[in-house]
């Protein structure tokens, strides 16, 4: 091996050698780790947001069930409307929560059979380079459906936040349709 292909850490003694293929192991492997914990991360988020828009909707409906005056007409149509108005958005945001929370096939390589075949076949460094290259090639493969999930979830937000503006927004308007 030559000087370039390693890499020094310096200690009190003497310096520690690490192969090239051994970093390469090290970085994919934790980069393939904070990935997964990403997903993990974006996927509680969305829980959240799927259950906060829920709680809006309830509210809203409950807001609206006691504040709405059957016999009064501004006070049943303006009702209604907010109320078609603020479920529809809350459908949206739970589609598009749910799209985004959906079972995606995640690439973790390598695959444990290659892995323990590999294992006793070749050496240390030459299994390292090769674990490096699969773990590589899953966060290259995971990034499109990440996005996608990323994308989902901002879609959820965005609805979270248009409903919560409808319900707010419907909520004066029931009083001042009552106040009529």
């Known amino acids: ?7 020094y850490i310096m200690t009190n003694q003497e310096p520690t050698v690490i192969s090239a293929p051994q970093v390469a192991y090290e970085v994919a492997m934790r980069r393939l780790d904070e990935q997964m914990r990403q997903i993990d991360a974006i996927d509680n988020k969305i829980g959240f947001v799927l259950t906060a828009a829920s709680a809006i909707i309830a509210v809203f409906a409950g807001f609206a069930a006691v504040t709405v005056k059957p016999e009064h007409e501004p006070s049943l149509a ?11 958005i809350f459908v949206l945001a739970v589609v598009s929560g749910l799209q985004a929370l959906r079972f995606y096939e995640w690439q973790v390589q390598p695959n ?13 460094h030459v299994l390292q380079r090769w674990v490096a290259e699969a773990c590589v090639a899953s966060l290259k ?16 937000m965005r609805f979270l936040l248009t409903e919560a503006l409808a319900a707010a927004v419907g909520l004066l308007a029931l009083i001042l ?4």
């Open 141 to 156: 493969a995971n990034t499109q459906l990440l996005d996608r999930k990323l994308s989902y979830g901002g879609h959820a």
């Open 177 to 180: 349709a009552n106040a009529l």
């Open 112 to 124: 444990w059979d290659d892995l323990l075949e590999y294992s006793g076949r070749y050496p240390e």
């Open 1 to 7: 091996m030559t000087a370039s292909s390693h890499r």
């Open 78 to 88: 303006v009702g209604l409307a907010f109320m078609v108005l603020a479920g529809s």
